[in-house]
Nanobody
Framework: QVQLVESGGGLVQAGGSLRLSCTTS????????MGWFRQAPGKEREFVAA????????VYADSVKGRFTISRDNAKNTVYLQMNSLKPEDTAVYYC????????????????WGQGTQVTVSS
């Protein structure tokens, strides 16, 4: 079993930046593919970014490509999401998730989820 805890959310003005963190406990994070997802009010949860266990490759949703960067530090059991040039439409609860293998974008493919952290971008 693995537990995920997100942090770093908050309120920021459009154009600003935030860095989200997700710390894993219970099993070394290096064993998992890690992903970030988000869910805005009244909308389905959607994929944001994912990173392989070795951090060799990453994948992003088109809506965040060029603005967000996912990274990981397996020694610290932490994955990050650096969010720059934030827009009001980025407002959502952000979740990190883990799966054993395969860098996929489907929410149903991930086995473990954090509780989420709120990101609010004001215009």
């Amino acid at each position: 079993q693995v537990q995920l805890v997100e942090s770093g959310g908050g309120l920021v003005q459009a154009g600003g930046s935030l860095r989200l963190s997700c710390t894993t406990s219970g099993r070394t994070q290096g064993s998992y593919v890690m992903g970030w997802f988000r869910q805005a009010p009244g909308k389905e949860r959607e994929f944001v970014a994912a990173i392989r266990r070795s951090a060799i490759s990453t994948v992003y949703a088109d809506s965040v490509k060029g603005r967000f960067t996912i990274s990981r530090d397996n020694a610290k059991n932490t994955v990050y999401l650096q969010m720059n040039s934030l827009k009001p439409e980025d407002t959502a609860v952000y979740y990190c998730a883990a799966r054993i293998s395969g860098m996929v974008i489907s929410t149903t493919a991930y086995d473990y989820w954090g509780q989420g952290t709120q990101v609010t971008v004001s215009s």
